[in-house]
């Protein structure tokens, strides 16, 4: 199991810039996807954005032009890079990674970070 850790989160204002990071215990090469999601209170979890080993990424439509995501090797470390925020990006974001294997695939999640957009 590839264990995530967050940080990065705080509370910032409307249109500001934040820059979240997801450290993994292994090479993020060996890891098959790897992607950010955010779970609002009371809401589910959604996708932020996505990306495969090959370098596709996907982003969600409400973060699209706004939100990066982009990865570091070297440092086995995955980013998202949010400008020009708006309150409805508060929620607690989580990195998640998906391993395929023969024998078993599985998720693994950050604890998350909390992410609040307020004036």
């Known amino acids: 199991q590839v264990q995530l850790v967050e940080s990065g989160g705080g509370l910032v204002q409307p249109g500001g810039s934040l820059r979240l990071s997801c450290a993994a215990s292994?090479?993020?090469?060996?890891?098959?996807?790897m992607g950010w999601y955010r779970q609002a209170p009371g809401k589910q979890r959604e996708l932020v954005a996505r990306?495969?080993?090959?370098?596709?990424?996907n982003y969600a439509d409400s973060v699209k032009g706004r939100f990066t995501f982009s990865r570091d090797n070297a440092k086995n470390t995955v980013y998202l890079q949010m400008n020009s925020l708006k309150p409805e990006d508060t929620a607690v974001y989580y990195c998640?990674?998906?391993?395929?294997?023969?024998?078993?695939?599985?998720?693994?999640w950050g604890q998350g970070t909390q992410v609040t957009v307020s004036s």
């Open positions: 998640n990674a998906y391993i395929f294997a023969i024998i078993r695939s599985y998720d693994a």
């Open positions: 292994r090479s993020i090469s060996s890891i098959n996807a």
């Open positions: 990306s495969t080993s090959g370098g596709s990424t």
